[in-house]
């Protein structure tokens, strides 16, 4: 199965340099480009590091309620994300899940039955999306 995964936070939308989840917009292009993914069939996923939750920022349950709103923002012009996979940890705490550690990544494999080497990754450039790219033998946009 092929998909694209995205990052959130410089290429779904911004944060608008706020830490709180909440401050987060969509930016105007990106309900089409995703509706544009799932018309070709491909599944789409929101793969990010939220370290902010690990550092107390706020809750997991603050992330997860803005996770919410954005698939509602995203369902109001008929796009949809296939899953979200986020890494909740403080940086360098030795987690598999923080880009670029590809445990993200493989946690959607296992879970959607993917071929790795027939997804995308779009992402900043040069960012650890895309050094998670690399490691994982994903195309990189």
Known sequence: MKAVFLDRDGTIGET????????????????????ALNELGLKVFLFTNQTRVGRGFFTEQELLKRFQMMEEDLAKQ???????????????EGCQCQKPNIGLLLEA?????????????????????MIAADRAGIKKC
């Open 109 to 129: 494999q296992k879970k959607h039955n993917l071929n790795l080497n027939e997804c995308y990754v779009v992402g900043d450039t040069g960012s650890s999306d």
């Open 16 to 35: 608008g340099g706020g830490i709180h989840p909440f401050k987060f917009s969509t930016y105007k292009f990106s309900p089409k480009s995703i509706k």
């Open 78 to 92: 008929s796009a949809y994300l296939n899953g979200i996979f986020y890494c909740p940890h403080k940086p360098n």
